[in-house]
């Protein structure tokens, strides 16, 4: 059974630069032709994709200043977060897609950016 | 970006009967493989999201025979044939097709 599990700073200040881990079980993230994808939800509102890193280490994410990289010998893999702000508040899940989707998610993570 | 939109945005149910949730995109989610790239998500309150439906009709492990989804192209529909209490929540379809993945709005589904 797949399982992610995503940890982070949970308070942070507007400006600051943060990393969010997620810790895959059940999965090699550099196997198996699978996406390894970062989704946020503003609280009370949808689901916005923030980007992947693919199994051969290529990522794609909306935004610049949202960089994702991976730990291949901890089977994690990281959002970075540059110059964030308050709209950057949300709950963020990692999640597997297998290319036509998401299968998997994590239970998510709730980031505060406040002064 | 592919534009996902729901309808209806809320549904207020009666445990037993029917429901029925249509999810629209601004364009066709039909592969060249033939499969639709579309998924139903449920998220319960509290929660993440779980995968009810994917390739637009195939229903993911676990999940009860009463949720069902059809649909080609631009148009897709998720039906509960028996509605039960524990079906409350936000559906989301969201599709696979393209790169940025995208969500619909949502539809919050409550007892009456």
């Known amino acids: 059974q797949v399982q992610l599990q995503e940890s982070g700073p949970g308070l942070v200040q507007p400006s600051q630069t943060l990393s969010l881990t997620c810790t895959v079980s059940?999965?090699?993230?550099?196997?198996?032709?699978?996406?390894w994808s970062w989704i946020r939800q503003d609280p009370g509102k949808g689901l916005e994709w923030i980007g992947h890193?693919?199994?051969?280490g290529t990522t794609s994410s909306v935004k610049s200043r949202f960089v994702i990289s991976r730990e291949t010998s901890k089977n994690q893999f990281s959002l970075k977060l540059y110059s964030v702000t308050a709209a950057d508040t949300a709950v963020y899940y990692c999640a597997r897609d297998g290319g036509g989707g998401i299968d998997y998610w994590g239970q998510g993570t709730l980031l505060i950016v406040s002064s | 970006d592919i534009v996902m939109t729901q309808s209806p945005l809320s549904l207020p149910v009666t445990p037993g009967e029917p429901a029925s949730i249509s999810c629209r995109s601004s364009q066709s989610l039909r592969h060249s493989n033939g499969y639709n790239y579309l998924n139903w998500y449920l998220q319960k309150p509290g929660q993440s999201p779980q995968l009810l439906i994917s390739l637009g009709s195939s229903r993911a492990s676990g999940v009860p025979d009463r949720f069902s989804g059809s649909g080609s192209g631009t148009d897709f529909t998720l039906k509960i044939s028996r509605v039960e209490a524990e079906d409350v929540g936000v559906y989301y379809c969201?599709?696979?097709?393209?790169?940025?993945?995208?969500f619909g709005p949502g539809t919050k589904v409550d007892i009456k």
């Open positions: 059940g999965a090699s993230i550099t196997r198996g032709g699978y996406y």
């Open positions: 890193i693919y199994y051969t």
């Open positions: 969201m599709q696979g097709l393209e790169t940025p993945r995208t």
